[in-house]
């Protein structure tokens, strides 16, 4: 009886050994629809209503450009010139009817600073739609990911699930025979109970992800959302030294802060020319009716009208000093905002380094230790060297290592998506899944 018994349990050991080293089964490829992340992002870029809106707001500042630098709109006039109180047309000479027409022409220069002061400030708006296509790229890359790393436990506590049930099997065993305790029994249930739990909230978060997702897609919420491919790891290509030099001439903000520094000197420009008259040129036909005894020729006239700027301490000297400080504050922001550029990069890159090396250190070493504690804690259990508690104890930390490694890419793959946002270019081409 006790030899048959044994010869049960060294089976069910052997089944598990085998079980626990047998990878996940995974459904076939035509049962599963797998979502990759590049093709993802160019949805997003494509269709993201925060996108659009900027792009359509890009549109509304190209259009200002002709504007600005446009004639203003010519003056047509009528009137009656030198008309008696008694409305005789005839009786005063130089009564006349008279049609006229003028047109302002601003100063030399006026117009062509202005139409550039629009252009740059539509290179600004342009720039605002790049750095919104960073943000939503980073947004839906970090989605991505977590829902990959949800994916990826719920696989994990899948396959402990089914291991700890067997652990559970081999217990009841034990304790049926009087070989064991029911504590043991008891506890493993426990942990079983615990990862329904688990997946039950995986589930649920699941579903928050896969809806935050399309709403960053504009896909309708009632689609289905595919399961993120496998990761693979992919090393941070460029130096710290590098990434700052690619940010200061590839970050939106930057770029958009240049366009607008530009914009306020040529305001600049523009308000120092307005120590200069526009001019004002008028055509004039005025028509008379003749007289009983006479003859009246139409009359022409012309004229040309100027401003006199007499009033330039308090106006045109104001709108220099004005325009001069605005340019001198925008200049100072760049500055703020290029040294918090640098820094950001350095602090992100560092970041992404010690994540890096987190995940080699889960990969190399973390993992493969925890499988080996676990296959010697099987091998201790079987000869009685080891107890129960022992055992479950060595396989739940595995479990936890299994999560926190795939955390650790994922949290490595994060960071990148944050350090290409403030550098304001990807970091690497197509790719990052198999």
Request: glycine residues 4%.
């Amino acid at each position: 009886m006790v030899l048959s018994l044994l010869r049960l349990i060294g089976v069910a050991f052997l089944f598990l050994i085998l079980l626990i080293s047998a990878p996940a089964p995974a459904l076939a490829q035509s049962e599963k629809t797998v979502s990759n992340v590049d093709q993802l992002v160019d949805e997003a870029v494509q269709n993201n209503p925060e996108i659009l809106a900027a792009k359509k707001k890009w549109e509304v500042f190209k259009e200002k450009v002709p504007q600005a630098s446009a004639l203003p709109d010519p003056m047509f006039g009528f009137g009656i010139i030198s008309l008696p109180t008694n409305f005789r047309f005839r009786e005063e000479e130089m009564t006349m009817k008279e049609i006229s027409i003028s047109q302002m022409f601003p100063f030399y220069g006026k117009r062509r600073l202005m139409g550039e002061m629009a252009e740059k400030e539509a290179e600004v708006v342009f720039n605002e739609i790049q750095e919104k296509i960073n943000r939503i790229i980073r947004e839906v890359k970090t989605v991505y990911y977590d829902l990959s790393h949800n994916y990826r436990t719920a696989e994990v506590v899948r396959r402990n699930k089914r291991i700890i049930e067997d652990f559970a099997k081999i217990a009841e065993t034990r304790y049926a025979v009087g070989e064991g305790i029911q504590l043991d029994v008891l506890k493993a249930h426990v942990e079983v109970s615990k990862m329904v739990d688990e997946l039950i909230m995986l589930d649920q978060r699941k579903r928050a992800m896969e809806a935050k997702l399309k709403a960053l897609l504009n896909r309708p919420p009632e689609g289905p959302m595919g399961e993120p491919e496998e990761l693979t790891f992919r090393k941070l290509p460029l130096a710290v030294e590098e990434l700052q030099k690619t940010a200061l001439d590839s970050n939106p903000t930057l770029k958009a802060m240049k366009k607008m520094i530009e914009a306020k000197e040529k305001a600049y420009d523009l308000a120092k020319r307005e120590y200069y008259p526009d001019f004002n040129f008028k055509f004039a036909y005025g028509q008379r009716d003749n007289a009983p005894d006479m003859k009246r020729r139409d009359m022409l006239t012309g004229m040309v009208e100027l401003n006199i700027p007499i009033f330039y301490k308090t106006k045109q000297d104001r709108k220099v000093a004005e325009t001069k400080a605005d340019v001198l504050n925008w200049e100072a922001q760049y500055r703020a905002m290029k040294n918090e550029i640098i820094f950001m990069v350095a602090d992100m890159a560092t970041m992404t380094h010690q994540r890096e090396r987190q995940y080699e250190l889960y990969r190399t070493g973390i993992i493969p230790q925890a499988g080996l504690q676990v296959s010697s804690a099987i091998s201790a259990y079987r000869v009685g060297k080891a107890d129960f508690l022992t055992l479950l104890d060595s396989q739940m930390t595995l479990y936890r290592y299994e999560i926190e490694y795939h955390q650790a890419i994922i949290e490595y793959e994060k960071s990148l998506a944050n350090l290409e946002t403030v550098v304001g270019k990807q970091l690497f081409g197509k790719g990052g899944g198999e």
